[in-house]
């Protein structure tokens, strides 16, 4: 296995690498960037959606840093401001049975906070995550212990722990942003996505409009492909549909956040939700 794990056929940025050129990294840079056609953003309902999801804005019980009562806090590197109000709302609006988590920390610590505070622990929350050391060094033993957390890795888990989903339940998305032979995203879009229910609801993390990586990331070495494979996966695909994309949103109406959401600009973020057709 090390032998076939240090072969290197092409090196980085070899137009036969999965590794861009600095050259590449360039051109996306300086150059312009556009929606991939094909792509509906269905810009009117969501701006819909927005507004009804600004309705719980006022109800957000979290503050900057820790506090006594809460697992969650703002100020955190993985998951803050904006897509943290966002998903808090999001939760609200749906009023979900089932939450099924691919990734766990921050993100995991609100659901708990927001299934506690306002619907009493009915929501059934179950956290996928091979790497648990976040979420464990956030919430008590005692509460750790008694949670769902399947500490495998995605591409492991038998299709069947999805079945569960229903109308208007969450699949929250937020693991290793990498689709490679595999990996737990090739997994997910080859076998996942195309199991779930109509009606069901799937949340990605750090994506950009108009599905593009960040510059500072390209810049320091972050090659995530997730934004290119899952721009393909929506063209001209009627089976899911985009329903809310935090980045576009940020960047169409910033009035709109000013006057309604001014917490959300402390950090933009990058989410987007779809919902199985």
Request: proline share 5%; with cysteine; glycine share 4%.
């Amino acid at each position: 296995m090390s032998r076939l794990a240090n072969n290197e056929w092409a090196p980085p940025g070899h137009y036969y690498s999965v590794i861009p050129s600095s050259q590449e990294i360039e051109e996306v840079i300086n150059g312009a960037q556009n929606l991939p056609k094909g792509i509906d953003l269905h810009d009117a309902e969501q701006l819909q959606l927005l507004e009804n999801l600004g309705k719980y804005y006022c109800d957000l019980p979290f503050t900057n840093k820790s506090a006594d009562g809460l697992r969650y806090y703002y100020d955190n590197l993985s998951y803050s401001y904006s897509d943290a109000i966002l998903l808090f709302c999001m939760i609200r609006y749906l009023k979900p049975q089932r939450i099924i988590e691919v990734g766990s920390g921050y993100t995991s610590c609100l659901m708990l906070d927001t299934n506690e505070k306002f619907f009493n622990n009915s929501i059934d929350l179950t956290f996928i995550e091979p790497y648990p050391q976040v979420l464990e060094s956030l919430v008590q033993p005692d509460e750790l212990s008694a949670m769902n957390l399947i500490k495998v890795r995605l591409q492991d888990i038998d299709l069947s722990v999805f079945d569960k989903l229903e109308r208007s339940d969450i699949l929250f998305i937020d693991s290793s942003h990498v689709v490679k032979c595999g990996s737990d995203l090739r997994y997910l879009f080859s076998e996942v996505l195309s199991s779930l229910r109509p009606g069901v609801v799937i949340h990605f993390h750090d994506i950009f409009y108009p599905f593009e990586m960040l510059a500072e990331w390209l810049k320091e070495g972050r090659y995530w492909n997730e934004n290119y494979f899952l721009a393909t996966f929506l063209q001209h695909n009627s089976c899911f549909k985009i329903i809310l994309f935090s980045d576009y949103l940020h960047k169409k109406y910033p009035d709109w956040f000013k006057k309604n959401m001014p917490l959300c600009l402390k950090c933009r973020g990058g989410n987007i939700w779809l919902q199985k057709m």
